[in-house]
C-alpha cells in the first residue's frame, strides 16, 4: 500500500486542512467518507492532498461528522484567503486541465496566442540581463502551452484584449506584424473567441492585472489574477464568481469578434514598414 503524501501543516492553511481531515478520518477508508459526504473519493483525496480548495460546503459537512465546533470551518475561512503556495505549477496543472479557458489581457497578447518572435521579444523586456539560452528556455515553454489549443480535445479559448496590446510593440513592426496575423488567424476558429475592449469604452472592473477563468470537469471553476511580478490563484466560490461577473459584463462591451477582426486587420495596414 503506497504510503500518503507528507503534509507540512506549518506551511499553508490548505495543508493544514488536510492533515486534520486524514488525522480525524482515521482509518476510515477515504471511499466510505467520500460515500458519506456524497462526493468523489479522487475528489476528497485531493482536498486531503491539499491539492484542491474545499468545496465551500465541505467544513460545515466535516464538523458535524466528527462532532467538532468549526474546526475545519475556521480552517476554511484562512485557507480561502491566503495565496496558493505552489501556484505557478498548480497553475500550469488547471490550465491543462481546463475545458473552458476565457482570459483577459491589459497590456500583452496572452501567451496561447503569442508568436515566437513576440515572446521572445517579451522576455527580453522583463530581464534584459537574461543570457540566450535562459531566454530561449522560456520561449519554449510558452510555445509548449500552446500545445493545449491544437487537437479534438482542446478546451474552448476566449480573450479579451485591452486595445492597448494591438499598439504595443515588441521586437518591432515586423515582429507585431507577425503577431497581428497570428491574432487573425483563430478568429474563425469554432472554438476560440478573440474581443478588442476598445479605449472609448472607458474604465472597467478588470482594469489593473491580467485574468484567466478555467472551467474544469464537472463545472468547477477557478480564476487566476497576475500583477507584474506576483500571481493570485482563487478556487472559492465567492471570488471566482466575482471576477466572472466582472468578465462577462466586459466581454458585452467589447467589441464583437468580426468587429475585433476588423480593427487587427486596419491597425496592421497601419504599421510602418522596416
Same mark, same amino acid.
Given at each position: ?22 488525522? %480525524? ?10 460515500? @458519506? +459526504?456524497?462526493? =468523489? ?22 464538523? &458535524? &461528522?466528527? #462532532? ?19 501556484? /505557478?505549477?498548480?497553475?500550469? @496543472? *488547471? ?27 517579451? /522576455? ?9 539560452? @535562459? ?9 509548449? &502551452? ?10 474552448? %479559448? ?21 503577431? +497581428? ?7 474563425? =476558429? ?12 472607458? #474604465?472597467?472592473?478588470?482594469? #489593473?492585472? =491580467? ?7 464537472? #463545472? ?24 466572472? &461577473? ?8 467589447? *467589441? ?19
Amino acid at each position: 500500500m503506497p504510503t500518503p503524501r507528507e503534509l507540512q501543516p506549518h506551511r499553508s492553511a490548505r495543508d493544514l486542512f488536510g492533515a486534520k481531515l486524514r488525522a %480525524y478520518r482515521g482509518k476510515q477508508p477515504l471511499g466510505a467518507l467520500a460515500a @458519506e +459526504l456524497r462526493m =468523489s473519493k479522487s475528489h476528497l483525496s485531493r482536498i486531503e492532498l491539499a491539492d484542491y480548495m474545499p468545496p465551500p460546503e465541505l467544513p460545515e459537512q466535516l464538523d &458535524r &461528522r466528527f #462532532g467538532l465546533d468549526k474546526v475545519f470551518a475556521e480552517l476554511y475561512e484562512l485557507a480561502r484567503h491566503e495565496i496558493h503556495p505552489d501556484k /505557478f505549477r498548480r497553475r500550469m @496543472e *488547471l490550465e491543462a486541465q481546463a475545458q473552458v479557458i476565457q482570459e483577459y489581457s491589459p497590456q500583452v497578447v496572452p501567451g496561447l496566442l503569442q508568436t515566437e518572435a513576440y515572446a521572445r521579444a517579451q /522576455f527580453h523586456v522583463h530581464n534584459p540581463r537574461a543570457s540566450e539560452g @535562459e531566454i530561449e528556455r522560456l520561449v519554449s515553454a510558452r510555445m509548449s &502551452r500552446q500545445a493545449l489549443l491544437v487537437g479534438d480535445s482542446r478546451p474552448d %479559448y476566449s480573450v479579451i484584449m485591452d486595445e492597448a496590446v494591438l499598439h504595443r510593440f515588441y521586437g518591432g513592426a515586423q515582429v507585431m506584424r507577425e503577431q +497581428l496575423l497570428r491574432l487573425m488567424d483563430p478568429c474563425s =476558429s469554432p472554438s476560440m473567441c478573440i474581443q478588442v475592449i476598445p479605449f472609448a469604452q472607458g #474604465g472597467h472592473a478588470l482594469v #489593473g492585472g =491580467s485574468l484567466s477563468l478555467w472551467t474544469l470537469s464537472k #463545472g468547477n471553476q477557478v480564476a487566476y489574477e497576475e500583477s507584474i511580478t506576483t500571481g493570485t490563484l482563487l478556487e472559492d466560490w465567492e471570488s471566482v464568481a466575482g471576477l466572472r &461577473r466582472a468578465y462577462d459584463v466586459l466581454s458585452a462591451c467589447a *467589441l464583437s469578434p468580426a468587429q475585433t477582426a476588423d480593427l487587427i486587420k486596419r491597425t496592421l495596414e497601419a504599421l510602418p514598414h522596416e
